[in-house]
């Protein structure tokens, strides 16, 4: 069965960091790239970046770029969201997602609040 | 980026009714299109790929249809377990992005 488990998510100061994490099982995680997609309280999705299976090819939305770092290790089967510079309208509930064209497995999300 | 518009913003119906969503994308997608539901709290559940394919498990009243800028999402008789959001999403460009998203309420 295909898990996929975020974790790290908290309460941060507006200009602090967080490291989200998202542990994979159920599959070969290192044939796959993996998303990060965000949702902010009563709103929509929002993609934030994607990975490709061996971390030839990383893309991020405008609204988090030089921000944010993706990244993976294959060896673990997880998956990573470091967050700096962080504001106050980074607060959602953040997914990992794995992506084959379509994103067919969500985990289950982690909230990230920034807030004084 | 590619803007996906989608429409209508809320949707009331009532069980047994045919209800059609659409999203239309700013740009020429072909067929890369799927289609999302998410009910409150949880995390969003595939139900369509490539514009038109049903994904395994889905059940067949939901289907899709379109390619190029315009495509349409349809329920062909509502019942009372489809009350979610929908959205929709494009991976035609490297940068994804998703449809504003689509709030059905049972009348």
Known sequence: ?116 | DIQMTQSPSSLSASVGDRVTITCQASQDISNYLNWYQQKPGKAPKLLIYDASNLETGVPSRFSGSGSGTDFTFTISSLQPEDIATYYCQQYDNLLITFGQGTRLEIK
């Open chain 1, 1 to 116: 069965e295909v898990q996929l488990v975020e974790s790290g998510g908290g309460l941060v100061k507006p200009g602090g960091s967080l490291r989200l994490s998202c542990a994979a099982s159920g599959f070969t995680f290192s044939s796959y790239s993996m998303n990060w997609v965000r949702q902010a309280p009563g709103k929509g999705l929002e993609w934030v970046s994607s990975i490709s299976s061996s971390s030839s090819y990383i893309y991020y939305a405008d609204s988090v770029k030089g921000r944010f770092t993706i990244s993976r290790d294959n060896a673990k089967n997880s998956l990573y969201l470091q967050m700096n510079s962080l504001r106050a309208e980074d607060t959602a509930v953040y997914y990992c997602a794995r992506q084959r064209g379509r994103f067919d497995y969500w985990g289950q999300g982690t909230l990230v609040t920034v807030s004084s």
